[in-house]
């Protein structure tokens, strides 16, 4: 079975770019999660999306921060202009909330982001 | 809202147990759970638990559950190098999906 993939796996850009994350969920699951990684902060959800609207975006750092999940099967991420505290390793969730329980989020392997 | 938290680091014997340990502290949390991270990887879902159970045991995996102490533990039995990575407890609530991660164990396994 597809796991959540997630592209692109690396991406080093220069400060003031616009960067694009990309999330395809598992089949199946409707709720995705975006997730930030660092040394310092450990892991943070910036949003998390139920049937495809946004639910919980509480987590976004600020403004130049962006989500989207057009459709079931495809969300992304921007950073519009990007800043080297961007730096980070982020990572996409999907899971199952249904009437019977809500089911363990599944990740990605992220994308490593450096801003240079 | 909801605290988990877990030890920074944890070195055991190849072949021994590692035991390891993580407090929250909303007692309306449902689920608990461990994940697994490995260098340059995503999370890897190990195991959950309801609320409502003491313990599970998958393979060489078992879970204990303290709900009174809010402590949960995962205990790896003949502990492989191949078990060497980082560790996140976390929990949620059943009604909702946020789930509050642990900042994560690095498991240290010496052959």
């Known amino acids: 079975d597809a796991g959540v993939i997630q592209s692109p796996r690396h991406e080093v850009t220069e400060m003031g770019q616009e960067v694009t994350l990309r999330c395809k969920p598992i089949s199946g699951h409707n709720s995705l999660f975006w997730y930030r990684q660092t040394m310092m902060r450990g892991l943070e959800l910036l949003i998390y999306f139920n049937n495809n609207v946004p639910i919980d975006d509480s987590g976004m750092p600020e403004d130049r921060f962006s989500a989207k999940m057009p459709n079931a099967s495809f969300s992304t991420l921007k950073i519009q202009p990007s800043e080297p505290r961007d730096s980070a390793v982020y990572f996409c969730?999907?899971?199952?909330?249904?009437?019977?329980?809500?089911?363990?989020?599944?990740f990605g392997d992220g994308t490593r982001l450096s801003i240079l | 809202g909801e605290d988990v938290e877990q030890s920074l680091f944890l070195s055991v014997r190849e072949g021994d147990s590692s035991v390891i340990n993580c407090t929250y502290t909303?007692?309306?949390?449902?689920?608990l759970y461990w994940y697994k991270q490995e260098p340059g990887a995503g999370l890897q879902l190990l195991t959950y638990?309801?609320?409502?159970?003491d313990m599970k045991q998958d393979q060489r995996l078992t879970v204990l559950l303290n709900k009174k102490d809010k402590h949960l533990s995962l205990r790896i039995a003949d502990t492989q190098t191949g078990d060497s990575a980082i560790y996140f407890c976390?929990?949620?609530?059943?009604?909702?999906?946020?789930?509050?991660f642990g900042t994560g164990t690095k498991l240290q396994v010496i052959p």
């Open positions: 969730a999907s899971s199952f909330m249904g009437r019977g329980g809500n089911q363990p989020q599944h």
């Open positions: 976390a929990a949620s609530e059943g009604g909702y999906q946020k789930v509050t």
């Open positions: 638990i309801f609320s409502n159970m």
């Open positions: 909303d007692s309306s949390s449902t689920y």
